[in-house]
């Protein structure tokens, strides 16, 4: 039986769970997703108008433009037409693929071409709740996004979203439409779980990760958001540092991270994706946070970040 979503302000019909809970919906859904029986899929590049194409090395996922829609595919894992005007998400997986992954690609990546055909900004992000505002955190894969949504989650921070944070920009105010994710996916052993009280007692995810929700997690509500904070663990300072970087570094960093989450892109997009990073540049503060591993007090290092938040216009209490 399907169940109904908010995820980042659209609403999904899905025959399987997505990272938000299930609601009783009070209009059409903005997509429906189904399911295909499992076939082979195909590490070719499928036939079409190149979107995006990113290369991890160990899997490459490619968006390209079609007769019946915007074809995505990850090469021998699994591929998605989003189908228009009728808003139809069609999946199908390769037999290899488990349904517990199919879950977590569901989580976020297989709904970013969508948010991006919506007109959506998506940064890699996780995001948790300040005052009546949202602090989003960005980086590289491995620069401690997570650990550090984990610790100010732990602190009591309320959870919005982990991996996709799709933008809205309104009269030069950035936003996000509605919670994404109430989880977070931890590496285990890692510094993130050094803030569990029993790191093995939490379920497992489809890719073998632990899957922590948090007491505080959002369901939902527009919020601004006031900051951005890109997090750096490779300096082992004996305390957190939070420094503004400036409008140009930070737009190149804004860049960066979507040239992970889209690739290389067809010349329209890549127009269009870096007017609205260059917009977020502008109107959002961007910090570093160098943090130490050592001793990472998720507490005072809330009240930190929350301290120099408040100072912000942009805040909200």
């Given amino acids: ?44 590049l499928p036939q079409g108008k190149i979107l995006s194409h990113v290369d991890f090395g160990s899997w490459v996922s490619t968006q390209v433009a079609t007769k019946k829609g915007v074809l995505f595919r990850i090469g021998g894992a699994i591929e998605v037409l989003y189908t228009q005007p ?18 977590v690609l569901l989580a976020a990546s297989l709904l970013a071409p969508l948010f991006q055909l919506k007109g ?3 940064l ?6 300040c005052g009546n505002s949202l602090v989003g955190i960005f980086g590289q894969s491995g620069a401690g996004k ?23 920009i ?4 950035i936003y996000v439409n509605g919670a994404c994710s109430t989880s977070l996916r931890l590496r285990n052993p890692s510094l993130a779980c050094s803030f569990l009280d029993d790191p093995d007692s939490y379920p497992a995810t489809g890719d073998g990760r632990l899957k922590y929700s948090p007491a505080t997690a959002i369901h939902n509500g527009k919020r601004a ?21 400036s409008a140009t570094d930070a737009l190149l960093a ?42 990472l007090d998720p507490a005072e290092l809330a009240q930190k970040i929350e301290a120099q938040l408040k100072l912000e216009p942009n805040y909200e209490p």
Avoid at 124 to 129: N, T
Avoid at 170 to 173: C, D, I, L, N, S
Wanted: aromatic share 4%; net charge negative.
């Fill in 225 to 245: 958001i006031s900051a951005l904070i890109i997090p750096d663990f490779s300096v082992n300072n004996d305390k957190l540092e939070l420094q503004r970087v």
């Fill in 124 to 129: 890699h992000a996780s995001a948790v709740e």
């Fill in 170 to 173: 309104e009269q030069e105010r």
């Fill in 254 to 295: 804004l860049l960066a991270n979507g040239k992970r989450s889209s690739g290389t892109r067809c010349k329209t997009r890549l127009q269009n994706d870096f007017n609205k990073l260059n917009m977020v540049s502008q109107n959002v503060p961007i910090y570093r946070a160098t943090l130490t591993k050592e001793h």
């Fill in 1 to 44: 039986m399907n169940s109904f979503h908010w995820v980042g302000g659209l609403l999904f019909e899905s025959p399987v769970p997505l990272a938000t809970p299930a609601i009783i919906p009070s209009r059409d859904p903005d997509a429906i997703i189904t399911i295909q029986s499992p076939r082979p899929i195909s590490t070719e």
């Fill in 146 to 168: 997570t650990t550090l949504a984990t610790a100010l989650c732990c602190s009591g921070m309320g959870l919005y979203a982990d991996d996709m944070l799709p933008l809205l």
């Fill in 86 to 103: 009728d808003q139809q998400i069609i999946i199908t997986p390769d037999p290899s693929l488990n349904e517990g992954m199919l879950e």
């Fill in 120 to 122: 959506f900004s998506l």
